[in-house]
Every structure is written in structure tokens, then in C-alpha cells.
Nanobody, 115 residues
């Protein structure tokens, strides 16, 4: 079973930056679509950024121009660079890999932005 592990979360001030990483336990993860999601307290989990197997990216309107999704195939790792962070970005961030027939999720990493 494919496993994903996020890291890089933490506490940051308004306007600060963080880079999240998601290590995937398969060397062929780049052939699948993947993405970053987040869930704030009392809210549904929402898509933040998506990267296709071909490398195309798309973002939630709320993070466009501030967040960048990328991946390093040699390291089996996906990243989310987050700049100009706002308190409303506070959430648990999850990475997801779309595998044939099911989705595999990481355990999540907490991001807290203080004002």
C-alpha cells in the first residue's frame, strides 16, 4: 500500500512563508495525479493545489499567486511552497495521490498563521 508522509508545517506570522513536503513510498508516483488539500476547524476539506501526471497545475482561487505546487520525481516528493500566508490559511494540510481505484492520503501537517 502506498504511503504518504507530510512535513514542514508549523506556526508562522502573517505574511510569512512555509514549504510543505510530502514523501511518497512509490518511485512511480509521478505518473499519477496528486494534490494538496486543507481542512480548517469546523470546515470541509478543500482542494488547495493539484498537479497532474503531465505536470499541469491548478490552484484554489484563495491561494493563486501565493502558493506553488511542485514535485521532485527523483526524491518521490511533492511540495507546496506557501508565501504571503494569512490567518485564513490556518488548517491541517494533507497530500493526496490518486491511484487506480482509490486515493491515498497522508496523515496531515498543521499550519497555523498568527496575526
Amino acid at each position: 500500500q502506498v504511503q504518504l508522509e507530510e512535513s514542514g508545517g508549523g506556526l508562522v506570522q502573517l505574511g510569512g512563508s512555509l514549504r510543505l513536503a510530502c514523501v511518497v513510498s512509490t518511485s512511480i508516483f509521478s505518473i499519477y495525479n496528486s494534490g494538496w488539500y486543507r481542512q480548517a476547524p469546523g470546515k470541509q476539506r478543500e482542494l488547495v493545489a493539484h498537479i497532474s501526471s503531465g505536470g499541469s497545475t491548478n490552484y484554489a482561487d484563495s491561494v493563486k499567486g501565493r502558493f506553488t505546487i511542485s514535485r521532485d520525481n527523483a526524491k518521490n516528493t511533492m511540495y507546496l511552497q506557501m508565501n504571503s500566508l494569512k490567518p485564513e490559511d490556518t488548517a491541517v494540510y494533507y497530500c493526496k495521490l490518486q491511484l487506480p481505484g482509490y486515493d491515498s492520503w497522508g496523515q496531515g501537517t498543521q499550519v497555523t498563521v498568527s496575526s
